[in-house]
């Protein structure tokens, strides 16, 4: 089983900029597509991004596309998302998350078997 640790969370200002990054740890990384979801308070889970084993591809919900990008350090064992232009809308608890039974990247949170802790992102406005 992998074992994923976020980090980088924290409380910016709208606009603001903030990176997250997912270390992954106890099987090979590469052999995982990758996601990032988020849940805010209230709220259910929702996609923001995922990416392919060898970065050949990527996607983006609607509501980060142009602000946020996924990206992987195979050699690291290490998955980022760098947030900018942030809104408060994007409070929420981010979370990374591993697949190894996927051959293409999705958005379905049930595709994907690992999760890391979470990492708090705040926004103000």
């Known amino acids: 089983q992998v074992l994923l640790v976020e980090s980088g969370g924290g409380l910016v200002q709208a606009g603001g900029s903030l990176r997250l990054a997912c270390v992954a740890s106890g099987r090979t990384f590469s052999n995982y597509v990758m996601g990032w979801f988020r849940q805010a308070p209230g709220k259910e889970r929702e996609f923001v991004a995922a990416?392919?084993?060898?970065?050949?591809?990527?996607e983006y919900a609607d509501s980060v596309k142009g602000r946020f990008t996924i990206s992987r350090d195979n050699a690291k064992n290490t998955l980022y998302l760098e947030m900018n232009s942030l809104k408060p809308e994007d409070t929420a608890v981010y979370y990374c998350?591993?697949?190894?039974?996927?051959?293409?990247?999705?958005?379905?949170?049930?595709?994907?078997?690992?999760w890391g802790q979470g990492t708090q992102v705040t926004v103000s406005s």
């Open positions: 998350a591993a697949s190894r039974s996927i051959v293409t990247i999705s958005t379905n949170e049930y595709s994907y078997h690992a």
């Open positions: 990416i392919s084993r060898i970065s050949s591809s990527s």
